[in-house]
């Protein structure tokens, strides 16, 4: 496997250059310079009707040789700017006696962060109002609230229909909290003894109330209850392990 010697050491003077950076040499050397002096950009013109013409620019150049003089000053002026925040930053660590080469607990970091953003921008100005002043303020927000959805009728409407369906959700909400497991068992007679009833199929339903179950329950045994075998069913309470029996006469009726 061949190695790549340029650039990686510092005696290799005389190395061959690999394929890619002698492309990346000989690429920077072919930088054309289409414009020379000083002036407005030959390639942004206006034509006669005031439309702004941009030429075309072959070849690659370098951004300083076609920006304009605008373009130029406001580069220079947002370097200055940056430069400028960066000094400032370094009088406010001097003042609160910043050393670059001491190591800094998190907390203390912090505390250099907030002071440099309590000095470095403007801080809001506290407003202390007095209760009447609240009252008004209070009162003025909410008639411009009032006039907004005069100004808006379709508001009130999606308003209406968001309460309505955040009530609604909220009454399935209160619904399941309460909700409690109950399991029901189906019995057949058994064909050993007729006399004894045996268990058929078990499952769980979730309901409210113990009458809710057992409507739930009323339901499901219509599909036995044209079945010979079928003699009732059994509901169980799974939080307080109360069990009721009911007949096919009392799930039939």
Do not use: C, W
Not at 146 to 153: G, K, Q
Request: proline content about 4%; glycine content about 4%.
């Amino acid at each position: 496997m061949k190695k790549n010697l340029s650039g990686k050491h510092k005696n290799h003077k005389g190395k061959k250059l690999s394929r890619t950076n002698r492309t990346k040499l000989r690429k920077s050397k072919k930088t054309e310079i289409i414009l020379s002096s000083p002036g407005p950009s030959p390639f942004i013109t206006k034509g006669e009707n005031g439309k702004v013409i941009i030429t075309n620019i072959s070849g690659k150049v370098k951004q300083k040789d076609y920006t304009t003089k605008i373009g130029k000053n406001a580069r220079q002026e947002n370097k200055t700017a940056r430069q400028a925040k960066k000094e400032r930053i370094k009088q406010i660590l001097t003042s609160m006696g910043f050393e670059p080469t001491v190591h800094y607990t998190r907390k203390e970091k912090k505390k250099f962060t907030r002071t440099i953003k309590k000095l470095l921008f403007v801080q809001p100005k506290p407003v202390n109002l007095t209760d009447e002043e609240i009252k008004v303020r209070f009162q003025r927000e909410k008639e411009h609230k009032a006039e907004l959805l005069a100004s808006r009728p379709h508001a009130n409407e999606i308003k209406a229909s968001v309460l309505k369906f955040l009530k609604q959700n909220k009454k399935v909400l209160n619904n399941k909290k309460n909700t409690r497991k109950f399991r029901y068992i189906v019995q057949n007679q058994s064909e050993d003894n007729p006399s004894k009833d045996v268990d058929f199929l078990t499952d769980y339903i979730e309901a409210n109330t113990k009458e809710e179950a057992l409507t739930k329950v009323k339901d499901i045994a219509k599909k036995y209850v044209n079945n010979e075998k079928f003699t009732g069913m059994r509901i169980e309470d799974t939080i307080s392990n109360n069990s009721t029996y009911y007949p096919k006469a009392t799930l039939a009726a």
